[in-house]
């Protein structure tokens, strides 16, 4: 089977995260959105996205199922899609969910609106700003847990760890000495090479990506997700990092999420509950203004190749736009704009050819290319995000 995984208007909710990929690219449990469809259909997956992104998440051209790339598949919403026939579109509330056409080779919402429409009546996870994925990351997490782990025999830890619970999985090579893990809350899954180095304590529910390191001496609270190629460390709670990424050192992150290529300095530290206990509000870039998120505990929210160096204190509900770079003493501001360099004391432009020296560097020590596609869609963003910029 063959499927494409299309944006709507998430797309624009989710930036600054949605800026260098489609929402079903995001990472929520232990697979991004994307894996979860593919693996649960058996299908090989497509994006129906921006037009600057497509070279890189192209579409599908055989694709006959279109699906709503920001839900997340559970059996009963897998059943209402597998049930459409075709020349049927399946609704929620007005929002499109998927719809199976074979005539129509590119997404198109408004052709799919004159379908057959069919209703879902059942609940499902859809990520629709920033703060879901980590507001939704520990049900999404146990779901892979089980999807990843079905019929599977998991590996053996060292007999130096202590075990409490009995929801521990861990995939072929991974390994960790002298740390606790304590599943009795929920599970936690250790990815294939990854590591867990000696006096970490973790509870589940917690997912360690492929080839991941978690350091020394690591607290890490449940309800979080390391992705593959990351190094971890400090103090984490319920925070998604979506992957390449290193929080490598001691200081809290907590309530927040953090896309690719990202870099933590020493001793960092993010606020996640405001003095006053008030509601978070996040700024949004489609209002242009702050929105008010419903939530008392919301950190931060950090965009792919974002760093920052050490000391950084983040405020309650910070949103770091791709490619900000930020250092030096007191709090920044909420909202820090995509390519900004400096802090409290004040922003400059970071200038897209001194990023791309930066960016060729870092992705060099993973032995990856840093090529023309991932230049032209920086520097697409660049330009998309120019108004942001008043310094």
């Not at 379908?115 to 939704?136: C, N, V």
């Not at 009995?166 to 090479?193: H, K």
């Not at 990424?245 to 896309?259: A, I, T």
């Amino acid at each position: 089977m063959t499927i494409n995984l299309f944006d709507d208007a998430a797309w624009e909710s989710l930036r600054p995260l949605t800026f260098t990929r489609p929402v079903a690219d995001l990472r929520i449990g232990i697979l991004t959105i994307a894996e979860k469809w593919a693996r649960q259909l058996s299908a090989i997956s497509g994006f129906s996205t921006q037009t600057y992104l497509s070279v890189k998440f192209p579409e599908h051209p055989e694709a006959i199922l279109f699906i709503n790339g920001s839900v997340c598949p559970d059996e009963g919403l897998l059943a209402a899609v597998m049930g459409l026939g075709e020349g049927e579109v399946l609704k929620r509330d007005g929002i499109l969910l998927a719809y199976r056409a074979a005539e129509i080779k590119k997404h198109d919402a408004q052709l799919a609106g004159r379908l057959s429409a069919k209703t879902y009546a059942g609940d499902f996870i859809r990520i629709q700003y920033p703060e879901d994925i980590f507001r939704f990351n520990d049900a999404e997490l146990k779901k892979d847990f089980n999807l990843l782990t079905k019929g599977k025999t998991s590996g053996q830890l060292s007999s130096t760890n202590t075990l409490l619970g009995d929801q521990i999985f861990v995939e072929e090579g991974a390994t960790a000495e002298c740390s606790t893990f304590n599943s009795l809350n929920g599970p936690i899954y250790l990815g294939r090479n990854s590591q867990v180095w000696e006096g970490s304590h973790i509870r589940g529910s917690f997912a360690l990506g492929a080839d991941s390191q978690v350091k020394m001496g690591t607290k890490i609270y449940g309800q979080t997700t390391i992705g593959p190629f990351c190094r971890v460390g400090g103090e984490i709670n319920n925070a998604v990092i979506w992957g390449y990424s290193s929080k490598g050192h001691e200081g809290y992150l907590g309530n927040s999420v953090l896309g690719q290529w990202c870099n933590i300095g020493a001793d960092t530290n993010n606020s996640n509950l405001k003095n006053n206990y008030a509601e978070v509000r996040l700024w949004d870039y489609s209002k242009e203004s702050f929105r008010k998120t419903g939530l008392q505990f919301c950190g931060l929210i950090m965009a792919d190749h974002a760093k920052c160096g050490i000391n950084t204190m983040f405020n309650t509900g910070t949103v770091a736009g791709v490619s900000a770079n930020i250092f030096g003493a007191g709090f920044p501001r909420n909202f820090i704009p995509d390519f900004a360099w400096g802090g409290a004391q004040g922003f400059d432009v970071y200038a897209i050819h001194k990023m791309f020296e930066t960016a060729e560097k870092v992705y060099e020590r993973r032995e990856i290319e840093f090529d023309q596609t991932e230049k032209d869609i920086l520097t697409e963003i660049f330009e998309l995000t120019k108004s942001y910029r008043h310094f």
